[in-house]
């Protein structure tokens, strides 16, 4: 009996490190992506320098305001939820335009119908807005809804175990990593909305389960292999 607690408390163990463990690693892949687009847009500067640009060069473009989570609107709820409908009717266009294709340019053609820079032209157009703001309402309203999936995650877990016949010290370690995920999740999600107001929470609240299914759906159809 000695022997089978002590199994049981090592797998909770295993799972209550994974709560806290999963946020660090969906954060630590947002850094990446965000230092990869930094790299990239200094790689692309590089040959001019700072303040000197070219004679003939054209005036620059007005300065895009940063989307927070203070500055998002119900109607930029509305266009993130539309950016990513149309992206999967996109992809499922492609997908089959794919399986008909009979030359490389038939692919080309294909891939590029899935690009998820045309639907943000499409989408931006239609709401008015310019594509990098839509990429940035994209980016935040993201960072939000993986947030609340983690705070979900961490309450789950802590509700399901049972840890009943563990060591009181099993015990002890298990509510210390669910309470440190707790916080971390928390904390997360403070950053993540800060600002944001009692409107555009209500509604992305109302329409969460509608955009966790699509959100879903389009990364199954993206990163799944088209079907024969």
């Given at each position: ?15 209550a ?33 700072p ?66 820079d ?36 961490t309450?789950?877990?802590g ?14 370690k298990?509510?210390?990593?669910l ?23 209500a ?8 955009l ?15 079907r024969q």
């Amino acid at each position: 009996m000695a022997g089978r607690g002590r199994c049981q408390s090592d797998r909770l163990l295993v799972l209550a490190a994974m709560a806290g463990s999963a946020l660090v690693g969906c954060n630590r892949l947002r850094d990446r992506a965000e230092n990869a687009a930094k790299s990239a847009a200094y790689s692309a500067a590089g040959s001019l320098r700072p303040g000197t640009p070219p004679s003939n060069a054209p005036a620059p473009a007005a300065v895009e305001p940063d989307v927070t989570p203070a500055t998002l609107t119900v109607h930029d709820v509305e266009l993130y939820q539309q950016s990513i409908n149309n992206r999967i009717d996109m992809v499922k266009r492609g997908r089959e335009q794919q399986k008909q294709a009979k030359t490389a340019m038939d692919s080309i053609r294909a891939l590029a119908m899935m690009s998820a820079d045309a639907d943000d032209s499409a989408v931006a157009r239609s709401g008015g807005v310019t594509v990098e703001h839509l990429k940035g309402v994209s980016k935040v309203l993201g960072d939000v809804l993986i947030n609340w999936q983690m705070q979900g995650l961490t309450s789950n877990l802590g509700s399901q175990m049972d840890t009943t016949n563990a060591p009181p010290a099993a015990r002890a370690k298990i509510r210390e990593v669910l309470a440190q995920a707790k916080r971390n999740t928390d904390s997360s999600m403070a950053q993540a909305t800060a600002g944001m107001t009692p409107d555009v929470v209500a509604t992305l609240q109302q329409r969460r389960p509608a955009l966790d299914s699509a959100r879903a759906q389009l990364q199954a159809l993206v990163f799944g292999a088209p079907r024969q």
